[in-house]
């Protein structure tokens, strides 16, 4: 079945029905995100998060469709869809992404040759921890050939981001295969591109808005609670803010292009045995 083809505000709506809803629900949403947040900012697990963070979002999706239908969601929905039974699907799009970063550098190797290659190893392995690079090397460095790859990874990256936008509201509130939504995502996609690329430019300046503010907040801590801590708090905040939000565009999104045309997944149960309701 076709996806809807809605018009290119829709794609700034998605952003402002998400953060109304976060507004109705700041109580269960942001301490999820705030969850959300202090797990990637931990050493060790936000390896673990960066890998899995798929799944997670899909925990904050069903929470974000609980919330939307009047619901109070538990901090542990967080985690309910490791127990969905939906864990391989979702993580087509971690295996979508290495693929992407595997194309990027070939085409960075492409394009700079090896003595460019070489060179940039020169410039990380001279740049003491913190400080700044060289700018003898720096000069050295063929410009035009690296803005050329910068701009094809970022229309490559948007391309990525249009075509698999509606991949994890579709496994998740579907029974589709992997197969199935990514195709199904696809042609939604590349028929509302318009909408998600509005969307994108918003969410852009949201996010960015977001990590001015949590840094200013930060700054005036920094005294009290050192640089490093107030660096780490920053990303803490901003994640907490940004991921429901993020989820509740990709929730009302989904809603607007495929709610009425294909068949909902049940929801899973309210308690998802965190005990815990914001």
Not at 209 to 218: E, G, K, R, Y
Not at 237 to 261: E, I, S
Request: glycine share 12%; charged share 10%.
């Amino acid at each position: 079945m076709e996806p809807n083809k809605v018009n290119a505000g829709s794609g700034a709506q998605w952003l402002l029905d998400g953060i109304a809803l976060v507004r109705r629900h700041p109580g269960p949403l942001l301490v999820i995100g705030l969850l959300y947040g202090v797990l990637a900012s931990i050493p060790v697990l936000s390896l673990v998060v960066g890998a899995l963070g798929v799944v997670l979002m899909g925990g904050v999706l069903l929470a974000i469709r609980q919330a939307d239908q009047g619901q109070s969601p538990g901090v542990g929905t967080l985690f309910a869809a490791f127990g969905s039974g939906k864990v391989a699907r979702l993580l087509v799009l971690v295996l979508i992404a290495v693929a992407f970063m595997l194309l990027i550098a070939l085409l960075l190797v492409l394009m700079l040759g090896g003595e460019g290659i070489t060179l940039m190893q020169r410039i990380i392995e001279t740049t003491p921890s913190g400080g700044q690079p060289d700018p003898a090397l720096i000069a050295q460095l063929p410009a035009g050939r690296l803005l050329g790859w910068f701009a094809v990874m970022v229309v490559v990256a948007v391309l990525v981001g249009v075509y698999t936008f509606f991949y994890t509201a579709l496994v998740m509130f579907t029974d589709l295969t992997a197969g199935q939504a990514l195709r199904t995502s696809m042609r939604a996609g590349a028929r509302n591109l318009p909408a998600l690329l509005v969307y994108m430019l918003v969410s852009v300046v949201f996010s960015v808005m977001v990590m001015l503010l949590a840094t200013l907040v930060t700054s005036l801590l920094g005294i009290a609670i050192g640089a490093t801590w107030a660096q780490l708090l920053a990303g803490v905040l901003v994640t907490t803010a940004v991921v429901p939000v993020a989820a509740g565009a990709m929730y009302y999104g989904w809603r607007q292009v495929f709610g009425d045309r294909l068949p909902s997944a049940p929801l899973q149960p309210e308690d998802t045995g965190s005990g815990f309701h914001a």
